[in-house]
């Protein structure tokens, strides 16, 4: 047995209680896990300051300081130990709500301590909570390290005695008994070419390293070796379909597509023009099609989706395409009607003849008998394409012949619900797969998340686009903005104004979003102007009602929450305003402006904030006014905020927990670790040849790892 497989309560020092503590705290289970988990940051431990330089922005600090006085205050349960210690510089406090008598009893006035912890502001006064403390004599362990790590650590570790010392020192415990057994889990070959040092010297270093050059070499391996068995992972089991032949092929274009390709009102882009040849060449390959097809707001994806469904038509197949919401079902279904029935007859009954030309629509509202209408239809193959919202996963949905699912958005939609659509046709190869998104996707993070997918992107707008200016203003200049939405809406346009949502306060918010409607209709009175309100309170038929007024033109103002973030198209929309836009991340941001500017008249976003924002979200608007390349603001936020926080990624259901890398930070690492496994794989797909055996077995411990949704990082 791997050594490393040992429970985590065999370790000197743990016992059952801390292992359970543990595990519970950190996700560490077997001696892997506790070497698998890296310090955050590193701390010069030669390195003392005054006590007057510190800042409370320093993120940990080391302080030699004499103790000149001590009060317990409070009462029972909400007591608090203070001492002060004083150097040369000046005075600190150091505060205990825990142990304040163990701790009372160790630290006496006159003592002499190194203390070390993380400044925080009381009053107006730094201070430090919890700090650690030793004294100068005792030669602090640093097991030949000139940098002591910090650990990732919680409330009830601390509290439970688990502090940054204790568990240094288990780790080096640790790295006492299993140290000199670490095994390679890269083959020798691969470690040579890519110049990585050996894991056991790196699972050393980068506990107790020796300098920064050999921390820098540490981290880089261990980062490699992550990112690397991912995408090895990930492009193994592309590889795999792509020796197996289990997809519907689909020789010909068909006549429904070139039909409909000569009848279209502009030309297709050049970059719609190639993604569809892209679709079109698994199409016909004989392999199922899993791609994604990222295009940022407005680029035309909805488009190539139609062109998509009408090649599995032309095969013989049925279509699906499938949206988040209702309204952007009605939406799809309308423009499919718009592009179709000028050319083909769509309607369809049940008496239709097999071979009719039907497109329907199923939705949450669909209405029993049109659903049962309809069920037949799919099964019976007269309806060629549905459209539709999650209904379109009801069991009792079949069809006759599914060769192409369309997934719009789908980061709306989870893995387990996109897996239903495979079954759909019973018996059968399992229908291609489109999954379009919106919502840019930085390289990086695509490589990650969808590294088993194919990924397209349209990367061009179609023509005759005009920019959004995009305006960042504060309250002061409220009544000129309700002025200039006054002229856009003489002027026949119409207007979005959209308020925050967010979870955690959603009482607030809808206070918000109501008290905003009334000052709206205040200063827009009926009937000159008309206001519709949308929110997601409301029951979907009343949502639709609202929505459908604004898309129909009937009214001129559209109050929302973030509902409206996706999808809808609107051409005669001009003008976005965002209320607290300092509320709302980049992406989303991005996502709610692409609402505006979809038809030929020039368009405005207004960012509405408070006088005083945040540093951070400054930056966020500032950005926001200078760029509209959603591919550059998806950077942007994921190097500000992280992944992890990038809609979608959590619902993505990708097992991604990186312990040391970051695809924010290190895309150069990414690219280099896909690389070399691109490499490896392009000789030996299915890792079958002996010089890549213990690739095999890295891989089977790496997936029996549990992943961790909740730390992407
Ligand atoms: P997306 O779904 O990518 O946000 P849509 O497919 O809704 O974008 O397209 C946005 C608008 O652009 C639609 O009104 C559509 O008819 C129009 N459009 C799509 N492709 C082209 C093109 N090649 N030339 C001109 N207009 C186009
Ligand atoms: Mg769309």
């Known amino acids: 047995m791997d050594i490393l497989n040992t429970e985590i309560q065999f370790l000197p020092g743990v016992g059952p209680k801390r292992a359970s503590l543990l595990a ?8 892997r896990d506790m070497l698998y988990t890296f310090p955050f940051r590193y701390v010069d431990r030669t390195n003392i300051q005054n006590i007057a330089d510190i800042v409370p922005t320093m993120a940990y600090v080391q302080i030699k300081g004499k103790v000149v006085a001590k009060t317990i205050a409070g009462e029972r349960r909400k007591s608090r130990l203070v001492i002060t210690v004083a150097d040369a510089t000046g005075r600190l406090d ?9 701790m009372n009893d160790r630290a006496r006035i006159g003592d002499e301590y190194i203390v070390f912890g993380k400044p925080s502001v009381f009053g107006g006064e730094i201070n430090m909570v919890h700090p650690e403390l030793e004294s100068p004599g005792a030669k602090a362990a640093t097991y030949g390290s000139s940098l002591t790590g910090v650990y990732p650590s919680t409330e009830r570790l601390k509290n439970s005695g688990i502090t940054n010392k204790v568990f240094t020192k288990l780790m080096a415990t640790l790295l006492g008994i299993v140290g000199n057994g670490i095994q390679e889990n890269i083959p020798e070959y691969i470690v040579r070419k890519s110049g990585i040092i050996p894991r056991r010297e790196a699972l050393k270093s980068i506990h107790f390293p020796p300098g920064t050059a050999e921390l820098g070499k540490a981290s880089f391996r261990l980062k490699f070796e992550e990112l690397f068995l991912l995408q090895l992972s990930l492009l193994k089991q592309r590889y795999s379909r792509m020796y197996e032949e289990d997809g519907i092929r689909m020789p010909a274009v068909g006549e429904a597509f070139n039909k409909c390709y000569n009848a279209l009102p502009f030309d297709l882009t050049g970059a719609q ?3 569809i040849r892209e679709i079109r060449d698994d199409m016909k390959s004989g392999r199922q099609m899993n791609r994604l097809l990222q295009g940022d707001v407005g680029s035309g994806k909805t488009l190539v989706a139609l062109m998509t469904a009408l090649i599995a038509i032309g095969n013989g197949y049925q279509a699906c395409i499938m949206a988040p919401t209702e309204v952007l079902a009605q939406q799809h279904f309308g423009n499919l009607k718009k592009y179709l029935a000028p050319l083909f007859p769509v309607d369809w009954t049940e008496n239709e003849a097999e071979g009719g030309f039907g497109i329907a629509l199923l939705t949450g509202s669909s209405k029993a008998k049109q659903r049962r209408m309809i069920d037949k239809g799919l099964r019976e193959g007269h309806i060629k394409i549905i459209v539709g919202t999650h209904a379109l996963i009801e069991d009792n949905v079949v069809f006759r012949s599914l060769g ?7 980061h709306r939609f989870g893995v387990a619900q996109r897996s239903k659509l495979w079954n759909k046709t019973e018996g059968s190869a399992p229908p291609h797969v489109l999954v379009m998104t919106a919502t840019p996707i930085p390289r990086t993070l695509a490589m990650t998340l969808y590294g088993d997918l194919e990924v397209s992107v349209i990367d061009e707008l179609p023509p005759g686009r005009k920019p959004v200016r995009t305006i960042h203003a504060t309250e002061t200049k409220r009544a000129a903005m309700y002025n200039f939405i006054q002229q856009q809406i003489a002027l026949g346009r119409q207007v979005f104004i959209v308020y925050p949502l967010i979870f955690e306060s959603e009482k607030m918010d809808y ?3 109501e008290k905003g409607y009334e000052a709206i209709v205040e200063a827009f009175p009926f009937p000159k102007y008309r206001t519709a309100i949308v929110h997601g309170k409301q029951s979907n038929e009343e949502k639709n009602r609202n929505m ?7 009214a001129d103002i559209l109050v929302a929450t973030s509902v409206i973030e996706v999808g809808v198209d609107v051409p005669n929309a001009t003008v976005m305003v965002i209320e607290s836009a300092e509320r709302f991340g980049l992406s989303q941001l991005h996502q709610l402006r692409g609402r505006v500017g979809r038809g030929s008249e020039s368009s405005y976003c207004i960012l509405m904030t408070d006088f005083r924002i945040s540093r951070e979200s400054k930056k966020r608007i500032d950005l926001m006014c200078s760029t509209e390349d959603g ?5 942007e936020d994921m190097k500000m905020r992280g992944p992890g926080d990038i809609e979608g990624t959590m619902q993505s259901g990708m097992p991604v927990d990186l312990k040391i890398a970051s695809l924010g930070k290190d895309g150069d690492i990414l690219e280099f670790a896909r690389k070399t496994a691109r490499e490896v794989l392009s000789t030996d797909p299915l890792l079958q040849m002996e010089s890549n055996a213990l690739l095999l077995r890295s891989l089977a411990t790496y997936r029996d790892t549990p992943a961790d949704y909740s730390k992407i990082s």
């Not at 192409?404 to 789908?410: G, H, K, S």
């Open 404 to 410: 192409l699912a369309v997934i719009d958005e789908q």
């Open 631 to 635: 591919f550059v603001l998806a950077e």
């Open 273 to 275: 023009k190639r993604v």
């Open 511 to 513: 206070a918000n979003l």
């Open 94 to 102: 150091l505060v205990f709500f825990q142990g304040i008598k163990w």
């Open 548 to 554: 459908k007024a604004f898309v129909e033109g009937r």
């Open 24 to 31: 519970k705290e950190l996700n560490i289970i077997t001696y």
